[in-house]
T-cell receptor, first 110, second 113 residues
Framework: RKEVEQDPGPFNVPEGATVAFNCTYSNSASQSFFWYRQDCRKEPKLLMS???SGNEDGRFTAQLNRASQYISLLIRDSKLSDSATYLC???????????FGSGTRLLVRP | EPEVTQTPSHQVTQMGQEVILRCVPI?????FYWYRQILGQKVEFLVSFYNNEISEKSEIFDDQFSVERPDGSNFTLKIRSTKLEDSAMYFCASSGEGATEAFFGQGTRLTVV
């Protein structure tokens, strides 16, 4: 099993749609999880941190299921500007190394 | 808002030449990292640096690579003899106490010809 695995997409959705991405991780000892957003040829930017069961920030909700070792990201009321690649990131336990998933590409169309 | 800054934004170099990529992490951060992303591929860890020494490095980070924090603000990545396959976007990142979220610089695009 890969350390961090994501559906590559692309997810092609109309404006206003709700879309959800899943990410699975292999290290059951992981305590923190992150979603980053990456625009084409730009740096990853932190979108959300997840330390307990979940986190919500406006239209974005992240949920953690430790038993099944997956994290989800839900985007409600999609905007054109949400088009990007969403990276699931899990720190390797006891080190300071972030393990990146391959990313899920989202395209929001008018 | 504090940010990580990297220079140059783009570097073109001939195979076999040495390059130094520069980064200024966020000022009160303690942990520093270099990552790279080959075009179309995922972001890969290279090295982490804490308390003036390397805390972890990946198998990509071989003897051709080195990092340095020459003063209180800069953090550099040196590639001694570049290869074509070193062409990638190199991202510097830093994180604060507890090594939680990492914040990334805008990257240096390295092209080896």
């Amino acid at each position: 099993r890969k350390e961090v695995e994501q559906d590559p997409g692309p997810f092609n959705v109309p404006e206003g749609a709700t879309v959800a991405f899943n990410c699975t991780y292999s290290n059951s000892a992981s305590q923190s999880f992150f979603w980053y957003r990456q625009d084409c040829r730009k740096e990853p930017k932190l979108l959300m941190s997840v330390y307990s069961s979940g986190n919500e920030d406006g239209r974005f909700t992240a949920q953690l299921n430790r038993a099944s070792q997956y994290i989800s990201l839900l985007i409600r009321d999609s905007k054109l500007s949400d088009s990007a690649t969403y990276l699931c990131v899990v720190p390797r336990d006891s080190s300071y190394k972030l393990i990146f998933g391959s990313g899920t590409r989202l395209l929001v169309r008018p | 808002e504090p940010e990580v800054t990297q220079t140059p934004s783009h570097q073109v170099t001939q195979m076999g030449q040495e390059v130094i990529l520069r980064c200024v992490p966020i000022s009160n951060h303690l942990y520093f990292y270099w990552y790279r992303q080959i075009l179309g591929q995922k972001v890969e860890f290279l090295v982490s640096f804490y308390n003036n020494e390397i805390s972890e490095k990946s198998e990509i980070f071989d003897d051709q690579f080195s990092v340095e924090r020459p003063d209180g603000s800069n953090f550099t990545l040196k590639i001694r003899s570049t290869k074509l396959e070193d062409s990638a976007m190199y991202f510097c990142a830093s994180s604060g106490e507890g090594a939680t979220e990492a914040f990334f610089g805008q990257g240096t695009r390295l092209t080896v010809v």
